[in-house]
């Protein structure tokens, strides 16, 4: 069994900063690619930030020059610095993993249990 394990949300005024972490274990292959998504009440999930193994990586549009995603292929996590947080960045933060369990598996995708993020005064 694979399992990703979140940890760093909690409550922030608007203007500040959290680091939020996430490590993966278990029966792992390889990771593709790690990656944050978020999603507040009423709304979809949607992606915040993802870094494949190249470390090439991707922001939504609402998170750019703000936010900062960090990988450790070594150690399978992934990290997300968030600064300068403003009340629409309030959602629950997951973390999703891309991989291959073993060699000659299919990839499949994995998520952690979410951590809430409140950003309000």
């Known amino acids: 069994q694979v399992q990703l394990v979140e940890s760093g949300g909690g409550l922030v005024q608007p203007g500040g900063s959290l680091r939020l972490s996430c490590a993966a274990s278990?029966?792992?292959?390889?990771?593709?690619?790690m990656g944050w998504y978020r999603q507040a009440p009423g709304k979809q999930r949607e992606l915040v930030a993802v870094?494949?193994?190249?470390?090439?990586?991707n922001y939504a549009d609402s998170v750019k020059g703000r936010f900062t995603i960090t990988r450790d292929n070594a150690k399978n996590t992934v990290a997300l610095q968030m600064n300068s947080l403003k009340p629409e960045d309030t959602a629950v933060y997951y973390c999703?993993?891309?991989?291959?369990?073993?060699?000659?598996?299919?990839?499949?995708?994995?998520w952690g249990q979410g951590t809430q993020v409140t950003v309000s005064s």
């Open positions: 999703n993993a891309h991989l291959r369990r073993f060699f000659g598996d299919n990839t499949y995708d994995y």
């Open positions: 870094i494949p193994s190249s470390g090439i990586t």
């Open positions: 278990g029966s792992i292959f390889n990771i593709y690619a």
